[in-house]
């Protein structure tokens, strides 16, 4: 880690954030807790940065330090085949959810836009996604009931680089075979590094659940020293 490198973390973190945090200075690298991170720290503009914290934390100081950041396609999932899914995805607008399709599980492309979740009535899609603009774009997807585990995993250049379980009990060795064989098969289409989110159903098996970004993702028990590389390269220093 070379020593101009500043890892920018918000000034509230916690136990996730602190084995990041261990594992970067270990290798020699600083770290800048910010609390006022809207303003401008003139200190920081003539370092090498890597951020690490929430979305809005991470899209303000790259707008503000003149940063790239890493992230998947928002939208990649309702691309992918059937194999790696189980599951119908497609992508569509607010304004086009209608009674007919529900029940649904139902996803903002745009991050955090409104609470994902199951929606059995058009009412409480409404009331969720009210003051919207009908045209933002959702995903939809048929609902799968028997879900018993969840792993996240870190991805470098189409290689694992670790993966672990966050919800429930499930092969790990399965999971990363079959993510093995996604990555084989869709490398291409992922950034160079990014968080995979696996989900295992008793019927259907290991199938992709989200891609999420490495500047933002938490560990979820996956280990720093593995994934801080995936970290690392998910700021781009103009």
Not at 19 to 48: C, F, H, M, P, Q
Not at 61 to 82: E, F, G, H, V, W
Not at 207 to 232: P, Q, R, S
Request: with cysteine; hydrophobic share 45%; charged share 25%.
């Amino acid at each position: 880690m070379a020593s101009d490198t500043i890892l920018i973390i918000p000034e509230k973190t916690d136990i996730e954030f602190d084995e990041v945090l261990s594992i970067w200075t270990a290798n020699g690298g600083r770290v800048k807790r910010l609390g006022k991170y809207w303003i401008k720290d003139e200190e920081l503009t003539a370092s090498k940065l890597v951020i690490y914290g929430n979305q809005t934390f991470a899209l303000v100081l790259a707008q503000i330090y003149n940063l790239d950041l890493i992230s998947p396609d928002d939208a990649l999932i309702t691309r992918l085949d059937k194999r790696w899914t189980k599951r119908d995805i497609t992508l569509t607008q607010i304004g086009k959810i209608d009674g007919a399709i529900l029940p649904a599980f139902i996803k903002p492309v745009i991050p955090k836009l409104f609470v994902a979740g199951s929606f059995s009535d058009l009412n409480a899609f409404n009331d969720a996604t009210k003051g919207l603009q009908t045209t933002e774009e959702v995903m939809v997807s048929n609902i799968i009931t028997d879900i018993t585990a969840e792993a996240r995993s870190y991805v470098k250049s189409g290689v694992v680089m670790d993966i672990a379980l966050y919800e429930g009990t499930a092969d790990t060795e399965e999971a990363r075979l079959f993510l093995e064989d996604f990555l084989t098969d869709n490398h291409h289409q992922l950034p160079a590094v990014v968080v995979v989110d696996l989900a295992y159903s008793s019927s259907l098996g290991w199938f992709v659940l989200e891609f999420n970004a490495c500047w933002g993702a938490g560990l979820n028990h996956c280990k720093a020293e593995k994934v801080i590389d995936c970290m690392k390269e998910a700021t781009i220093n103009k």
